[in-house]
């Protein structure tokens, strides 16, 4: 199973509090810790999490300062824990405008788990699907493949190339957001052309492992067509 999550509502939870938006995004990676575990306990194969959308540049580069150096820091506190669980970890999207010394942290961290065997962690920062999608087949080009010939597999292939994704993740099952926001933001948009949306009005900060459990148990009811009908549907 593939689970995406959208962790939005970190700048808000700080706000009704009368805290900076920076104590948001701590928190917030506190429930990231939660989710994460939650995830791997549940049996997930692979869990992929937006921290950082490339249009996110635009936010203030106090904000985005503050967001790089969590960031660092998430890494470097908490992937012995991932690694003591077998988590392999992997931070996906574009690197050329990350800091040498983010890029470090983000290289030793993959390089410390990749002998994991469990749950699939990516990291989504400077992510942008369009991006992703539009440099893959910019890639499909210059390899000599046409629009009418290159295959979905080929154009994965080149699609995780381009994302920096140690293995491929695969479609997306799940799609998880918080923040009561209904829109995809430019997150995994080829993996979840048949995910089941799920949208959460708790802020991100207080996304639990209960919560995370009511998403599981509403994909557990839904019923996944891919454009088909099911033998239920057709005796209906």
């Avoid at 994704?165 to 995809?184: C, F, H, K, M, Y």
């Avoid at 948009?189 to 799920?198: G, K, N, S, T, V």
Wanted: charged share 25%; hydrophobic share 40%.
């Amino acid at each position: 199973m593939h689970i995406g999550i959208i962790m939005d509502g970190n700048g808000r939870w700080a706000t009704q509090r009368g805290l900076p938006r920076t104590a948001g995004h701590v928190e917030g990676a506190k429930a990231v810790r939660t989710t994460v575990e939650a995830a791997a306990r549940a049996g997930v194969e692979t869990l992929t999490l937006y921290a950082f959308s490339a249009a996110n540049w635009t936010r203030p580069p106090l904000e985005i300062a503050a967001l790089m150096k969590l960031f660092g820091q998430y890494l470097f506190s908490e992937t012995r824990r991932c690694v003591e669980q077998s988590i392999r970890v992997n931070v996906i999207g574009r690197r050329d405008r990350l800091s040498e010394n983010l890029l470090r942290s983000i290289e030793q961290s993959e390089r410390l788990s990749a002998s994991c065997g469990g749950m699939h962690l990516r990291v989504a920062v400077d992510y942008s699907s369009q991006y992703s999608i539009l440099k893959a087949a910019q890639r499909a080009h210059c390899e000599g493949h046409g629009a009418a010939d290159i295959a979905p597999r080929e154009f994965e292939r080149l699609l995780h190339e381009v994302d920096h994704s140690s293995q491929p993740a695969g479609a997306v099952d799940l799609l998880i957001r918080t923040g009561n926001e209904r829109r995809l933001s430019d997150f995994l948009l080829w993996e979840c052309a048949y995910a089941e949306l799920y949208f959460s009005d708790c802020l991100w900060p207080e996304f639990d492992e209960v919560q995370f459990h009511l998403a599981l148990e509403d994909y557990a009811g839904r019923q996944r067509r891919f454009g088909g009908l099911t033998a239920r549907s057709l005796s209906e």
